[in-house]
């Protein structure tokens, strides 16, 4: 059975023929303003609520529900319909509640210091799968309302491009969130990008560049080989042009791989010919990639070389490392234990 945030309010309606108009309001606001359950919509009769509930069925099954960060970071195993796992991260802070949603059952860009990309891809999710995450985690939020949402979860979002896309329109239009407090995360799919920039949704895009050199990046991120940096920065450009929106740059920052004066340097020219932003992001570890993180000290050294040269930087706050719920880590735990991944000999 679908799920019930698959449906446009005029599928819905169609749906509900015969039922008052009204109701299909009443339903629609539970849905998408309440973020209620079909069982706890009350303001439709019992007899309603069993039909759509036999209409509808939730895509997800939570089998595993952890918390780091005393409560403020909480992560849940998801099974879908068809025995695939997702997994989906909620994050309060001072200022914002976020969730991190996946847009795939695994990854098939295959970064190799990514657990998601090591454990291999399993299926596109639908817009329903990912919709109902956004919409599990804003109940489990209360009180305080869910602001931003992030997809950096699982997956290449512009991959499973349409479903991105579609989930993005709708949490804009049917959610009424603002299209600036939502994040689309890539790892350089240049001619997505380039089409993402056409359909007029003021969103935030992060590129996952890791690397401003392509030697390296080929290494880190697989799909260099298909679009190089070159190939990539012109997508870039085009985004900027078109959008009119700030880009950000993400970097996983390795021990001895990307955090050297060189890689600096590169990442320093690279981002200011695009008036970029850089997120640094301090290496987590995963079992397939036994290369230690970037020394905090370095971390703030690489920073501040970053700001010497121009660059607007910030280091991300790791959230959720002891529960394998922080960047880069997700797909270490699948149905509540540990995957054992092999570690390649040199």
């Known amino acids: 059975m679908p799920s019930a945030y698959e449906y446009t309010k005029e599928e819905l309606a169609e749906l509900l023929a015969g039922e008052p108009r009204y109701r299909v309001d009443q339903v629609w606001r539970g849905l998408w303003t309440e973020g209620q359950r079909i069982d706890e919509i009350t303001t439709i009769p019992r007899a309603l609520r069993a039909r759509l509930g036999e209409a509808f069925a939730p895509s997800l099954e939570v089998v595993n529900d952890v918390q780091s960060d005393q409560g403020a970071t909480r992560k849940w195993v998801f099974r879908l319909a068809d025995g695939a796992t997702i997994e989906t991260v909620l994050m309060g802070y001072d200022d914002r509640v976020t969730v991190c949603v996946s847009s795939q059952a695994g990854c098939a860009m295959g970064c190799t210091f990514c ?4 454990a291999g891809f399993t299926r596109h999710l639908t817009a329903g799968e990912v919709l109902e995450q956004v919409m599990f985690a804003a109940r489990a939020a209360g009180p305080r309302r869910l602001s931003n949402v992030v997809f950096m979860g ?7 491009y349409k479903v991105t896309v579609d989930a993005v329109k709708r949490l804009h239009e049917y959610r009424g969130m603002s299209a600036r407090h939502l994040t689309v995360s890539t790892v350089g799919v240049a001619p997505a990008i ?4 056409q ?4 969103l935030t895009l992060a590129v ?23 190939r ?8 900027v042009a078109t959008t009119s929106r700030r880009l950000s740059f993400e970097w996983a920052l390795i021990d001895g791989v990307n955090d050297t004066d060189q890689a600096l340097d590169e990442l320093a020219d690279y981002a200011n010919s695009l008036r970029a932003h850089v997120n640094l992001i301090p290496l987590n570890p995963t079992p397939g990639y036994l290369v230690r993180g970037t ?20 280091v991300r706050n790791t959230r959720g490392r002891s529960i394998d719920a922080a960047c880069g880590q997700l797909a270490n735990v699948t149905n509540a234990k540990r995957r054992s991944i092999p570690v390649r000999s040199a």
């Open 115 to 118: 657990a998601t990309g090591q």
């Open 154 to 160: 699982m997956g290449e979002p512009l991959a499973n």
């Open 194 to 197: 380039e089409r993402l920039a």
């Open 199 to 202: 359909e007029g949704l003021p």
């Open 208 to 230: 996952s560049l890791h690397s401003a050199n392509n030697a390296t990046r080929d290494q880190l991120v697989p799909l260099n080989r298909r679009y190089p940096l070159e």
């Open 232 to 239: 990539l920065h012109e997508a870039c450009v085009n985004w």
């Open 295 to 314: 020394s905090a000290q370095r971390v703030r050294s690489f920073r501040d070389g970053l700001e010497a040269q121009g660059i607007n930087v910030t």
